[in-house]
Nanobody, 117 residues
């Protein structure tokens, strides 16, 4: 069965950095587009970054220049490098693998990130 497992979240001070990882199993990883979402308590789920199977990236405006999404297909892993973290980045971060043309979508259970001021 398909599983996506995130890791790397934690507590960090403002201005610090974290690298999130998400490792997938049960899918042909290289053909999937990937994304990171986040959700803070009481807020809507927000798309943070996406990475197509051909390497195209997109970022929400609030993280541009600070976050970088990347993938290592040989390890079935997608990363989110987060630099210059701000308290407003505090949320549970979820990885997502999807095939838009087929309506396929898989989610991890999330990893919490807390940025203190």
């Amino acid at each position: 069965q398909v599983q996506l497992v995130e890791s790397g979240g934690g507590l960090v001070q403002s201005g610090g950095s974290l690298r999130l990882s998400c490792t997938a199993s049960g899918i042909v990883f290289s053909i999937y587009a990937l994304a990171w979402y986040r959700q803070a308590p009481g807020n809507q789920r927000e798309l943070v970054a996406s990475l197509s199977s051909t390497g195209t990236t997109n970022y929400t405006d609030s993280v541009k220049g600070r976050f970088t999404i990347s993938r290592t297909n040989a390890k079935n892993t997608v990363y989110l490098q987060m630099n210059n973290l701000k308290p407003e980045d505090t949320a549970v971060y979820y990885c997502n693998a999807y095939r838009l043309a087929f309506g396929m979508d898989f989610w991890g259970k999330g990893t919490p990130v807390t940025v203190s001021s």
